[in-house]
């Protein structure tokens, strides 16, 4: 089950979390969590890793500030780097263009550098006293 593009991370995983509850044979949470976990795309995975023993409720609140982050431009979006990827391989063949996307794959491979080497630094400042 995706989350659907008119409905926020907590919604979403409400309604996940309520189809869940109707199988046959009940899951203990903290299996659900685990497979919760492990359908997210690559962005929430990465930070909901770290929601791995704890409770619903926090994996929902880490969703949410994740999708806050995103949002706002404080995580890059994977899907957006993609998008962009894909836009290079299709671009004109012209020298401008040539020239344009080697500069927007410059940009992009530092995003990517920077999301890889830095997942949870945020996170962690703002949760310190």
């Not at 949870?120 to 006293?129: I, N």
């Amino acid at each position: 089950m995706r989350k659907k593009t008119t409905e926020n991370f907590c919604e979403y995983a409400v309604r996940w979390r309520e189809q869940a509850a109707r199988l046959k044979s009940p899951m203990k949470e903290s299996k659900m969590i685990d497979i919760f976990i492990q359908e997210q795309e690559l962005n929430y995975f990465r930070y909901l890793l770290s929601t791995v023993g704890k409770t619903f409720d926090n994996v929902m609140k880490v969703g949410e500030m994740v999708e806050n982050d995103i949002k706002s431009g404080k995580i890059v979006s994977q899907a957006a780097l993609k998008a962009t990827t894909q836009v290079l391989h299709n671009g004109s063949g012209n020298i401008r263009g040539k020239k344009r996307r080697e500069d927007v794959a410059i940009i992009v491979s530092v995003l990517q550098t920077y999301v890889q080497d830095n997942p949870l630094q945020h996170y962690f400042h703002s949760q310190t006293p």
